[in-house]
């Protein structure tokens, strides 16, 4: 198995016309994604180098089977084609489309939680399930298949471990881009739940940075209900110290935020935590043979 | 209590032009815009004014009457201790206190900054008999709002939470209640507000949180929040961060100007658009994704190198966008050597070499540069770069060997 995205996913992409769309949509076509179909709205008849596209998510689903959505258009559009996916009953909704107001965000989560959807993102790399299917930007040739489940908030940085993994003779059964904003629809813990249970998956690998406690909170989860290993990379230690005008921010959290208070936070609840990118790839390839 | 009213906000929709900045997307709003907003919605705030000047100031405590507050206009908390708020009670005191306060550098209680004073607001003073603390922020962890009320204002919340826990009250906005006057009458007697002002003290934070709704808010802190000797609830003070996403439709915000990009490479970068932040080092750094880019400082650091700034490209970098990272980066005479670290994703490396082989033919790369291309279109843009063939140009497989040869250069470069 693999988690998000497999063998089951039919894809429709909302925005597939654009320029960006177009270059990922057949570019996730061509490493075997099924895309079944994109969406721009008074575009329907149209196609996508054979793609149909119609006019409604809800026409995709229906004509289509169309059971993934991936979201690649502009911010300002980009939550109400959220909300259209979850009306057109889609079941996972994978949104890489950057800068969406927090506020429409927060009533996209609820709505999604509600509806039982699962949303991954928004300003996130997409995710790949390796041999299986790939829906957003990640570049697939730097991830092989394997036992190695990924999640990450930076894009660019999930690449570069990959790529150190793949060096070291290692794959993935799932990468999983969640999104450093301030609302996603998956956080760590969403992601952990699913690679806990993932039969493919014998390691996880959880990339951080500055910002926020979802780190600090996946750590007390792992305590608690993750048995398989997991080592982890933290960005942002030598970040400049964000400005901060209220204090209300550290009240709710309890945390700083910084990447040494994440650090700290992992290591005492047993995770291993990387220096670098090549060190955190290092530091499963150990892990894993300790394993085997 | 005489309660404000200003003028409409000038200006054309700059908000639209605003630069993107990364990881800390969010606009700091001054404590006057912050009023100005609260004044919109119905807020009871002071009557005042804002001058850039020691004649405008002195002009306005005149109007205004003494005694009357100044009060530096910095996005940063710890003015007070810092000397940048002072009551006037005669014109003499308002000129000398406008003259110290205007142009004064101000710090942030962890050292941020300096933040030199621009603007001073002075309002009439205000007869205090009580002083809460007031705010509703995002809590991103629950994915809910949160409501947050203690009568123990004028000292900062953590230190409230730390004195006594039970004096601060929160709660969490459900998303399918909002926050209307019951739940705001619940908050406001559960935090132990005197009776007579419990009304008004829901009434304000009602208006706050709609307030917050409509800006796109992330944080609305108002510490302190006065009960006058009239029983009269007012805002004294506005702490606002406005979502950078959610400006494109707050043309009434457009006035608001970042003062924290006066810095000449910070001022040129977001003239271009990019996302840059000055650092104390010597080692200029451009990265693809704040994310790589953060761990691109990290591990230049472990090297022993210190970086002189984060600048992220973004994803989808085109050439165009490199040429203006290389003008600034070597617009910054402290830089000795330059890393390019790219791991391409929806950013094409052979736009990447483009872009570096465009800039060298237009401006002067006088320092070595170190390249590491990796991902999408990465042969081609190596490929580029090797017919290209340009002097100083250093590429590296790795994004540790390109850390350590750029750290070595650099120290060359500094020794020569």
């Given at each position: 198995m693999s988690i998000i995205v497999g063998d089951d996913t039919t894809l429709v992409i909302s925005g597939l016309t654009g320029r960006e769309g177009t270059f990922h949509g057949l570019r996730n076509r061509d490493y075997g994604t099924d895309v079944v179909a994109g969406v721009t709205p008074k575009k329907g008849g149209q196609d996508v180098d054979g793609i149909p596209v119609f006019d409604t998510i809800k026409e995709a689903v229906d004509e289509r089977g169309a059971n993934t959505s991936m979201i690649f258009v502009p911010a300002r559009f980009?939550?109400?084609?959220?909300?259209?996916?979850?009306?057109?009953?889609?079941?996972?909704?994978i949104a890489i489309t950057e800068h969406i107001p927090v506020h429409d965000m927060l009533d996209v989560y609820w709505k999604a939680r509600e509806a039982g959807v699962r949303l991954v993102g928004p300003n996130c790399p997409g995710v790949l399930s390796p041999e299986k299917a790939n829906v957003g930007i990640i570049p697939a040739q730097f991830f092989d298949q394997g036992s190695i489940g990924v999640v990450s908030k930076s894009g660019t940085l999930t690449y570069q471990i990959g790529n150190e993994l793949k060096q070291a003779g290692l794959g993935n059964s799932t990468i999983v881009g969640i999104g450093g904003d301030p609302i996603v629809g998956s956080d760590f813990i969403d992601v952990l739940t699913l690679f806990e249970e993932d039969d493919e998956t014998e390691l996880i690998v959880m990339v951080g940075e500055?910002?926020?406690?979802?780190?600090?909170?996946?750590?007390?989860?792992?305590?608690?209900?993750?048995?398989?290993?997991?080592?982890?990379?933290?960005?942002?230690?030598?970040?400049?110290?964000?400005?901060?005008?209220?204090?209300?921010?550290?009240?709710?959290?309890?945390?700083?935020?910084?990447?040494?208070?994440?650090?700290?936070?992992?290591?005492?609840?047993?995770?291993?935590?990387?220096?670098?990118?090549?060190?955190?790839?290092?530091?499963?390839?150990?892990?894993?043979?300790?394993k085997a | 209590?005489?309660?404000?009213?200003?003028?409409?906000?000038?200006?054309?929709?700059?908000?639209?032009?605003?630069?993107?900045?990364?990881?800390?997307?969010?606009?700091?709003?001054?404590?006057?815009?912050?009023?100005?907003?609260?004044?919109?919605?119905?807020?009871?705030?002071?009557?005042?004014?804002?001058?850039?000047?020691?004649?405008?100031?002195?002009?306005?405590?005149?109007?205004?009457?003494?005694?009357?507050?100044?009060?530096?206009?910095?996005?940063?908390?710890?003015?007070?201790?810092?000397?940048?708020?002072?009551?006037?009670e005669n014109r003499e005191q308002a000129k000398e206190h406008a003259d110290a306060i205007l142009g004064m550098d101000i710090r942030g209680p962890r050292g941020e900054g300096p933040f030199t004073v621009h603007q001073v607001?002075?309002?009439?003073?205000?007869?205090?008999?009580?002083?809460?603390?007031?705010?509703?922020?995002?809590?991103?962890?629950?994915?809910?709002?949160?409501?947050?009320?203690?009568?123990?204002?004028?000292?900062?919340?953590?230190?409230?939470?730390?004195?006594?826990?039970?004096?601060?009250?929160?709660?969490?906005?459900?998303?399918?209640?909002?926050?209307?006057?019951?739940?705001?009458?619940?908050?406001?007697?559960?935090?132990?507000?005197?009776e007579d002002a419990r009304e008004k003290t829901a009434a304000m934070l009602v208006k706050l949180y709609e307030a917050f709704n409509d800006s796109d808010a992330t944080l609305i802190e108002v510490n302190p929040l006065v009960v006058t000797k009239d029983r009269d609830v007012i805002a004294l003070d506005s702490k606002v961060t406005i979502d950078n996403s959610a400006l494109f439709r707050h043309d009434e915000l457009a006035e608001l100007e970042d003062r924290t990009g006066e810095d000449p490479q910070e001022q040129m970068a977001k003239e271009k658009g990019l996302t840059?932040?000055?650092?104390?080092?010597?080692?200029?750094?451009?990265?693809?994704?704040?994310?790589?880019?953060?761990?691109?400082?990290?591990?230049?650091?472990?090297a022993g190198g210190k970086p002189a700034n984060f600048l992220d490209a973004?994803?989808?970098?085109?050439?165009?966008?490199?040429?203006?990272?290389?003008?600034?980066?070597?617009?910054?005479?402290?830089?000795?050597?330059?890393?390019?670290?790219?791991?391409?994703?929806?950013?094409?490396?052979?736009?990447?070499?483009?872009?570096?082989?465009?800039?060298?033919?237009?401006i002067e790369i006088g320092v070595p540069f170190v390249v590491r291309l990796d991902g999408t279109n990465s042969e081609e843009g190596l490929a580029l770069l090797a017919d290209a063939d340009l002097p100083n140009l250093h590429v590296e497989k790795t994004m540790l060997g390109g850390a350590e040869k750029v750290v070595e250069l650099a120290k060359a470069g500094a020794t020569a």
């Open positions: 980009a939550a109400a084609a959220i909300h259209e996916a979850i009306d057109a009953g889609i079941g996972t909704v500055i910002g926020g406690d979802a780190e600090e909170r996946a750590a007390e989860f792992i305590a608690e209900s993750v048995g398989k290993p997991v080592v982890a990379y933290i960005a942002g230690f030598t970040a400049p110290p964000g400005k901060q005008m209220g204090h209300a921010g550290a009240i709710i959290s309890g945390s700083s935020g910084t990447a040494e208070a994440k650090k700290e936070a992992l290591e005492a609840k047993g995770v291993r935590v990387g220096k670098s990118p090549t060190e955190t790839a290092q530091l499963a390839v150990e892990t894993i043979g300790a | 209590m005489a309660i404000c009213d200003f003028a409409p906000l000038p200006g054309p929709s700059a908000a639209e032009k605003r630069a993107e900045i990364g990881w800390f997307a969010a606009v700091d709003l001054l404590e006057y815009q912050g009023k100005q907003l609260f004044a919109r919605h119905g807020v009871p705030v002071p009557r005042g004014e804002v001058a850039d000047n020691v004649e405008a100031a002195v002009e306005a405590t005149d109007r205004i009457g003494y005694p009357c507050v100044i009060k530096a206009q910095v996005q940063i908390g710890g003015r007070g201790k810092a000397g940048g708020i002072k009551v006037a607001w002075i309002e009439g003073a205000s007869e205090i008999e009580a002083e809460y603390y007031a705010s509703i922020i995002l809590d991103r962890s629950a994915k809910k709002l949160m409501t947050m009320l203690s009568t123990m204002g004028g000292m900062n919340v953590e230190e409230i939470a730390e004195k006594d826990p039970d004096a601060l009250v929160k709660r969490h906005v459900e998303p399918k209640d909002g926050f209307g006057e019951a739940e705001a009458a619940a908050l406001a007697a559960d935090a132990g507000v005197a840059y932040v000055k650092l104390d080092g010597d080692i200029g750094i451009l990265g693809n994704g704040a994310g790589l880019c953060m761990s691109t400082l990290d591990v230049v650091a472990q973004g994803g989808g970098s085109k050439a165009e966008a490199i040429v203006d990272a290389l003008e600034v980066i070597t617009s910054d005479e402290r830089v000795v050597a330059i890393l390019f670290n790219i791991f391409g994703g929806i950013t094409r490396c052979d736009e990447i070499a483009k872009g570096i082989i465009e800039a060298s033919g237009q």
